[in-house]
């Protein structure tokens, strides 16, 4: 007797639509409280940096909730994990909105990170559960262009916000979202993960799974290139405030509608992506624009040091980092596809991972910027700059794994 197979699922543009409204729960959580930077470090009592420490927590917490969510949806499946994880993300956000304390509002941001993880990476999961190769990258720059409208109307609607209302009203209005996801995942997503391909894993398994994902050096190299560009976005993210709203001198409204545009382009790199993947193979286009991040970074940092970028210069300076996150475009969605080519049969497992290293560097790339004096551009062109030659290097490891591979044949 032949065990029952459930029938395979289709990702329609409709069921890609809501898989990246649920994926920019991450942008809708980073970016629209970026305009408010200055408002915490005032009310929350610790002053210069300390906000840009509140995002590092974010990071943090995403990066460590994604080990148990990549094991917990291949287990139980897409459906349930990320129903659940969506409501301690909203639950934790309206504790934001009605926290006083500052080591508090830090937790409940970690928090709300361990419940949000699972919008990272349950949607990345189940397009590698339906497609791979050129339609899992197309289906890919589908999603990226649906998730990526947030960044562009996250830091306008928290401009918004802050015009009319209290800072606290942005936790509020994220908890308002994680509920309507909540909703429209119960009723309109199946789970892409059938019964019979889930898998039962123990603590030392799970464990003993993450050091076989990281072990094989194809996913190891490209999840690299694919984490080290979210450390160039992370930089750009962690001193945009700073940048922006007090070196250059942009209000609220002018930091969001910049923060808009250059979410464009960086939208724009992914849909040419996803007509240049039918015509030229998917590590061409990564190293062509590994190239290009890196030539633009150098040139953000020089002109930096000699103090054209910056203050002086403010448009020049929009157009270097919108180049660059025009860039990233290109690398996001190979790398991520080419980090899955050989975990079909884990993918929630190799999503977790690759969200684990892209949040933890995202953390230390946000650390790093604050860290820094915040005069001019540099912090945010050496933040920048710096992932943008690790994406090279990785991507050296990346050709050393695909030619044993190709030996091995």
Known sequence: ????????????????????????????????????????????????????MTLAAWFLGLALGQFSQGPLSDRFGRKGPLIVGLAIFGIASAGCAVAHDYRMFCFLRFLSALGGSASAVIPRASVRDVATGHKGAHIMAQLTLVFGVMPILAPTLGSLVLRFGSWRNIFWVAAVYAALGIIATQLMLPDTLAPERRIRLTASDVLSRYRGILAEPVFLSNALITSFSSFVMFAYLGGAPVLFEQVLGFSPSGFGLFFGINASFFILGTQINGRLVHHFSLPAILEAAILWACVLGGVFVVLSVMGIAGPNHPILTCMLITSITAALGFIGPNGTVLSFSRHGQHAGSASAMLGTLQFTLGAGSSVLVGLMPQHGALPTAIGMATGAVCMAGSNLLRRQATDANEQEA
């Open 1 to 52: 007797m032949r065990a029952n197979v459930s029938p395979p699922v289709t990702l329609t543009f409709p069921l890609i639509v809501l898989l990246g409204l649920v994926t920019a729960i991450g942008p809708l959580a980073t970016d629209m409280y970026l305009p408010a930077f200055p408002q915490l470090d005032v009310e929350l009592g610790h002053g210069p940096g300390s906000a840009q």
